[in-house]
Antibody
Framework: EVQLLESGGGLVQPGGSLRLSCEASGFTFSSYAMSWVRQAPGKGLEWVSGISGSGGSTYFADSVKGRFTISRDNSKNTLYLQMNSLRAEDTAVYYC??????????????WGQGTMVTVSS | SYVLTQPPSVSVAPGQTARITCGGNNIGSKSVHWYQQKPGQAPVLVVYDDSDRPSGIPERFSGSNSGNTATLTISRVEAGDEGDFYCQVWDSSSDHYVFGTGTTVTVL
C-alpha cells in the first residue's frame, strides 16, 4: 500500500525551529518529486515547498523562503522540512504529498495524514 | 503571482449537478487538478490533468478547462460528496504550485 507518514510536529515558541519528517512506503520514493503543503486552522491549502526526485532541485513559497529548507534521504525513503525562525502565522497542519509523475505540472496523488505545528509563546 | 479564484460555497440538492469553477488568467493553457477534503481528513485527488480521474473516483466527477475557467462537475450528487474542493496548478513562471481559494459543497 502506498503510504506517507508525517511526524515531528508540536508546540514551538516564536523564533524557534522544528524539523518535520515524512516516511514513504509502497512506491519507488526516489522516482517522484515531493512537496509539503500546509493548512492553517479554518483556512485553505497553501503549498510550502517542493523537491525533485533526486533532491537536486528545490522550490519554496515566498512566505517561507529563507526560513525553511526541504531535503530528502532516498536511502531512507524520507522527506524532511527544516523550519527555522518560526512565526505565529506558520501554525498549521503540514501535509507531505507525492507528485503523481515525473513532471512538476502533475497532481499530488498521495497525501499523508498531516502533522500539526503550533507556534506560540 | 498566479491567483486561482473559486466561489466560497456551492449548495446542491441530492441527485442534482454541482459545478465548481476555478478562475485564473489563461488557465486553459495549464493542467488543472482538483482535490476533495472532508473535515479532519487529508485532501484526496478527484480529477487530474483537467479531466482524468484516479482509480476509485466515481465517474460522477468530471472536469473541463478552457480559456480563463476550469470547472469540476459532480453529477447525481450524493450526501457523501460534501466537503471542501480545491483546484491546483503548477505556475511555471514562478516555479510555484498554486491552490485555489476553496469551495465548500453542501448537499441540501
Amino acid at each position: 500500500e502506498v503510504q506517507l507518514l508525517e511526524s515531528g510536529g508540536g508546540l514551538v515558541q516564536p523564533g524557534g525551529s522544528l524539523r518535520l519528517s515524512c516516511e514513504a512506503s509502497g512506491f519507488t520514493f526516489s522516482s517522484y518529486a515531493m512537496s509539503w503543503v500546509r493548512q492553517a486552522p479554518g483556512k485553505g491549502l497553501e503549498w510550502v515547498s517542493g523537491i525533485s526526485g533526486s533532491g537536486g532541485s528545490t522550490y519554496f513559497a515566498d512566505s517561507v523562503k529563507g526560513r525553511f529548507t526541504i531535503s530528502r534521504d532516498n536511502s531512507k525513503n524520507t522527506l524532511y522540512l527544516q523550519m527555522n525562525s518560526l512565526r505565529a502565522e506558520d501554525t498549521a497542519v503540514y501535509y507531505c504529498a507525492k507528485v503523481r509523475g515525473s513532471s512538476r505540472v502533475n497532481a499530488f496523488d498521495i497525501w499523508g495524514q498531516g502533522t500539526m505545528v503550533t507556534v506560540s509563546s | 503571482s498566479y491567483v486561482l479564484t473559486q466561489p466560497p460555497s456551492v449548495s446542491v440538492a441530492p441527485g442534482q449537478t454541482a459545478r465548481i469553477t476555478c478562475g485564473g488568467n489563461n488557465i486553459g493553457s495549464k493542467s488543472v487538478h482538483w482535490y476533495q477534503q472532508k473535515p479532519g481528513q487529508a485532501p484526496v485527488l478527484v480529477v487530474y490533468d483537467d479531466s482524468d480521474r484516479p482509480s476509485g473516483i466515481p465517474e460522477r466527477f468530471s472536469g473541463s478547462n478552457s480559456g480563463n475557467t476550469a470547472t469540476l462537475t459532480i453529477s447525481r450528487v450524493e450526501a457523501g460528496d460534501e466537503g471542501d474542493f480545491y483546484c491546483q496548478v503548477w505556475d511555471s513562471s514562478s516555479d510555484h504550485y498554486v491552490f485555489g481559494t476553496g469551495t465548500t459543497v453542501t448537499v441540501l
